[in-house]
């Protein structure tokens, strides 16, 4: 049994081509700008058969065309890895194309069998400073980085995204540590072969409103958006580093 939140038919932004986007519930962090916080508590969701999700895109499959299938976000999915599983599996005998949307914070043996499995991963790293992602969605980015280590190891391919939140995230320190622990070498080659498109993500403040309804603070309250400027700024620094950055 899986627990799902919520779906999205045709969604296209998370992977490519268009997708059905499973959200599943519950997640570890706890994002300041989390835009889906009723995604995090672990309990509620509906639980939901995977061949009930099967059947879903079973029926959606005319839609996704070559590049399109499901993706699998949330909540972070990767806490569901074991139930998640088999149903990657029949996903494939059938033909669909799967992504895991996923912050990397988990690991277990379960989570590996999932990443082997997947077509592509979309992995988030929210923060490269270890002390700011930590005050950004409570946890340390180690493994998060070790995840993004293993997905190159093994061949995985794998798109990095990068929430650009003005005072949280975009300092140019940040961005350049990301970069140079990511990107190309003095050489132009780059060191993450298995990153195929970095998305930086412009913050939106579109689930503010989900914090009132849970009774949380949201603590971005006083967080400007981001100008063009910043975002220009943003992109250039990561050209750099990446032929392959986008700004979303
Ligand atoms: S990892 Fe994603 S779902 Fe979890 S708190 Fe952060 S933004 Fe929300």
Known sequence: MLNVHSYESMGTYDGPGLRLVVFLQGCPFKCLYCANPD????????????????????NQKPFFGKKGGVTFSGGEPTAQAEAL?????KLHENGINVCIDTNGGIWNSHV????????????????????????LTGHENTRTLATAAWLEEHGK????????????SDSEEDMLALCRHFGKDSTGRPRYQMIKRVEILPYHTLGINKYETLGWEYKLRDT???????????????????DCAVLN
């Open 39 to 58: 995604t995090i508590p672990f309990e509620g969701g509906t639980p939901t058969e995977p061949d009930d999700i099967l059947k879903m895109a079973l």
């Open 85 to 89: 599983i088999p149903l990657v599996r």
């Open 224 to 242: 400007p958006l981001n100008t063009k400027e910043q975002l220009d700024r943003a992109k250039k620094i990561f050209d750099e580093y990446f």
């Open 157 to 168: 391919p794998f798109w990095l995204r990068y929430v650009l939140v003005p005072g949280i």
């Open 112 to 135: 590996e069998e999932l990443f082997s499995l997947a077509d592509l991963v979309l992995l988030d790293v929210k923060q490269f400073n270890p002390i700011r992602h930590k005050a």
